[in-house]
């Protein structure tokens, strides 16, 4: 079997949820099955340098634009997958792969599971642990091949980069696709240097909706300022202009890696743990012992989060003397 893992870049960088694509191709892979990495973009012959986790690489390289938007990667996958007869394809819970998994799907007439947070392989197809409702509950679904498989970010550990054999790697010119195609990048917007970089925060205090209003904010800014740590917001909260757009954490937000991740109030919607799954140490607080953040939090207080900010606060002003 052939296994197709899609990479991806954002401005020129590989975004690290490709080696997770890699990582969870490798769990399926068994004797003589073949892990292709898919990659259009701009450092299409570079990332040979990273993917050598893989088999393989097929690598699509546009002079037209420096991200291949979604509608063209998904047409030149399709391509691929044709030309390597492949059983499998592993597409990033991304924003672009949400239309790239959908298209690929849709025009081959495959399955399609989305939200996978885990895969085993064996005689009868691919079983796939999916979410539902937002996390809150989780469906084992055994899935005929071919098929494409969206998977959660943070679900896999990152494959380890290492460099791949000049002869394993394919390019492809891609050019024509995006000249060609309906959708156009128009510009990309790197957020300004000015602003906080929360993707190499240490340590980060999250609030979520359930902190109520923008007045609740400011006991969780001290608490934060106490923790030397780095105050960030859901999307919602972001949305409703209690934060700024640059500290919100996930899907259309910032991915980080802190060492030290509080979530208060936040339900753990898929596109927040995108952004935040592989934080060092995770503590989750909410009202709802049923929320989907405990299921990736290290600790875990079901309580209202006005209170454990107020206690929390007063120990560390305590110690601190
Ligand atoms: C394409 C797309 C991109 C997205 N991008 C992002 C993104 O980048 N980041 C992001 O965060 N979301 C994103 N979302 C939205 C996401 O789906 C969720 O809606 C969002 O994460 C929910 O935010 P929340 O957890 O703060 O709010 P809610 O889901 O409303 O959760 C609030 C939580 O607070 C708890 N709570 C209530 N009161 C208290 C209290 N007093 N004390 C403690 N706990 C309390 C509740 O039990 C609940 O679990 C995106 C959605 C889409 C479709």
């Known amino acids: 079997m052939k296994i197709i893992a899609c990479a991806e870049a954002r401005a020129d960088r590989i975004e690290p949820v490709s080696f997770e694509m890699i990582?969870?191709?490798?769990?399926?892979?068994?004797?003589?099955?073949?892990?292709?990495?898919?990659?259009?973009?701009?450092?299409?012959?570079?990332?040979?340098?990273?993917?050598?986790?893989?088999?393989?690489?097929?690598?699509?390289?546009?002079?037209?634009?420096?991200?291949?938007?979604?509608?063209?990667?998904?047409?030149?996958?399709?391509?691929?997958?044709?030309?390597?007869?492949?059983?499998?394809?592993?597409?990033?819970?991304?924003?672009?792969?949400?239309?790239?998994?959908?298209?690929?799907?849709?025009?081959?007439?495959?399955?399609?599971?989305?939200?996978?947070?885990?895969?085993?392989?064996?005689?009868?197809?691919?079983?796939?642990?999916?979410?539902?409702?937002?996390?809150?509950?989780?469906?084992?679904?055994?899935?005929?091949?071919?098929?494409?498989?969206?998977?959660?970010?943070?679900?896999?550990?990152?494959?380890?980069?290492?460099?791949?054999?000049a002869n394993k790697v394919r390019e492809i010119d891609a050019s024509g696709h995006v000249r060609n195609g309906k959708v156009k990048l128009v510009a990309v917007e790197l957020p300004d240097p000015a602003d906080v970089d929360l993707a190499t925060a240490e340590r980060i205090v999250c609030v979520g909706r359930g902190v109520g209003d923008a007045g609740n904010i400011d006991p969780v800014r001290n608490l934060a300022a106490l923790l030397n740590a780095e105050i960030a917001g859901s999307r919602p909260v972001v949305d409703s202009g209690w934060l700024p757009r640059a500290r919100q954490v996930g899907k259309s937000g910032r991915k980080v890696k802190p060492k030290l991740y509080f979530a208060l109030g936040v339900s753990g919607a898929p596109e927040h743990l995108e952004g935040m799954a592989q934080a060092g140490v995770i503590v989750a607080v909410n009202t709802d012992a049923n929320a989907p953040i405990f299921n990736v939090a290290h600790y875990g207080v079901t309580c209202d989060l006005s209170e454990l900010v107020e206690t929390l606060t007063e120990k560390l002003q305590a110690a601190s003397g």
């Open 23 to 165: 990582e969870a191709a490798r769990s399926l892979a068994g004797d003589g099955d073949e892990v292709i990495v898919f990659f259009a973009g701009k450092p299409a012959a570079d990332a040979a340098v990273a993917f050598g986790a893989a088999d393989r690489l097929v690598a699509a390289h546009s002079d037209e634009a420096e991200l291949v938007p979604a509608e063209s990667y998904a047409r030149i996958l399709r391509e691929v997958i044709a030309a390597e007869d492949a059983a499998l394809v592993l597409v990033p819970y991304s924003a672009s792969g949400l239309d790239i998994a959908a298209e690929v799907a849709a025009r081959k007439g495959w399955p399609l599971v989305a939200y996978v947070n885990a895969v085993t392989h064996d005689a009868d197809g691919i079983r796939a642990t999916a979410q539902m409702y937002g996390g809150k509950l989780l469906a084992e679904c055994q899935v005929t091949l071919p098929a494409v498989l969206m998977v959660n970010p943070g679900a896999f550990a990152e494959a380890v980069p290492a460099a791949l054999a």
